[in-house]
Structure formats: structure tokens, C-alpha cells
């Protein structure tokens, strides 16, 4: 089963949309209640990240009897230097998007903890690609 989502950039009333629809099509799929809540807070994270970094992106969910599988495509600035971004508590968010709540540094490391595989791939002035997989059965 594919799903596909599109994301705006700056849009936080509607950032959690796609998270949401895949865990009610994961509960619907009877998938461990543990597994949901991992690949719903990868997901989150990445739509956040979108929204608050990015001008627009989109979401690709591929569902099958053994894995989802995520894809993140934004148009935004780029992650200049993934290994610091993957550390905890570092930040490029704005003042504004930090006075919403966002922005703490922890998106990228609570993907990483959420997923069984983790790939991100990103140009700076154009844009970053994040691949998740997590297994829903062995």
C-alpha cells in the first residue's frame, strides 16, 4: 500500500496530518500498538522538520507485510552538516519557530531512535531526503 502527502512549509496547523492518517492505517492494519507509536514519532519529526525548515515536501509511505517505509523530499536550505544535526540539542530552527515549541534539536535523533533504518541525504540551497525504515515483522 503507498500513501503520498504533501507538506508546506511554515503550515504548523497542519503538520502532524500525514503521522496521523498512517496511524490510523496502521491500526486498522492490527500493527503492535509499540511499532505505531515509533513510526508515528519518526514521522512526526520529519513533517516538523519540513514545516519548519522548507518551503514545500512530501511524504512517501509504502506499507507492506514486513516494513513501512518512509520518504521525506523537501525543497528547503539543506542540512549543511548532518553529524551535527544528528546530535542532540543542535538547532537551526528560528526564534519564531522556537517561540511555537518547535526547534529543540531533537528531531532528527528522535527519527534515528524510532526507525530500524535511517538515510538522509541532502544538498544545501536545495534540499534534504530522509529514508525511514522500521520493520513491522520479522
Known sequence: ???KYDLEGGNFSRAGHASSEVKKILKQLNVDARIIKRIVVALYEGEVNVV??????????DIDEK??????????PGIP????AMQEGFSTASASVREMGFGAGMGLPNIKKNTDQLNIE??????TVLEMTTMISS
Open 1 to 3: 500500500m503507498q500513501f
Open 52 to 61: 519548519a525548515h522548507a518551503h514545500k515536501g512530501v511524504v512517501m509511505v
Open 122 to 127: 541532502s544538498e544545501v540551497g536545495k534540499g
Open 81 to 84: 552538516d548532518i553529524n551535527l
Open 67 to 76: 516494513r513501512i517505509y518512509i520518504r521525506i523530499e523537501d525543497e528547503g
